[in-house]
Nanobody, 124 residues
Framework: QVQLVESGGGLVQAGGSLRLSCAAS????????MGWFRQAPGKERDIVAA????????YYADSVKGRFTISRDNAKNTGYLQMNSLKPEDTAVYYC?????????????????WGQGTQVTVSS
């Protein structure tokens, strides 16, 4: 079992930055690939970024390339999503998730462990 807890969401103006954190716990949490997904009201939950368990190998959705950076610190069992140049369309609930399998692009059903989500709101 892997438990995930997100933090760092909030309200920010367009052009601003936020850093989301995902604290993982569980016996083998550092061996899981980690993904960040987001879901806006009335929309599907979509992949934003993902990183392999080793930290070598990342994926970004086209909509966030060049603006978001995913990273992880296995010594701290924590993953991060640095979000810069935020836009109103980035407004969503952001979820951290863990998967045993690595695919590109990431497949949502591979992610069996999920956090509770953190709200990110970008005002124009």
């Amino acid at each position: 079992q892997v438990q995930l807890v997100e933090s760092g969401g909030g309200l920010v103006q367009a052009g601003g930055s936020l850093r989301l954190s995902c604290a993982a716990s569980g016996r083998t949490s550092s061996s899981y690939n980690m993904g960040w997904f987001r879901q806006a009201p009335g929309k599907e939950r979509d992949i934003v970024a993902a990183i392999r368990w080793s930290g070598i190998g990342t994926y970004y959705a086209d909509s966030v390339k060049g603006r978001f950076t995913i990273s992880r610190d296995n010594a701290k069992n924590t993953g991060y999503l640095q979000m810069n140049s935020l836009k109103p369309e980035d407004t969503a609930v952001y979820y951290c998730a863990a998967a045993g399998r690595w695919t590109v692009p990431p497949i949502r059903r591979d992610y069996g462990y999920w956090g509770q989500g953190t709200q990110v709101t970008v005002s124009s």
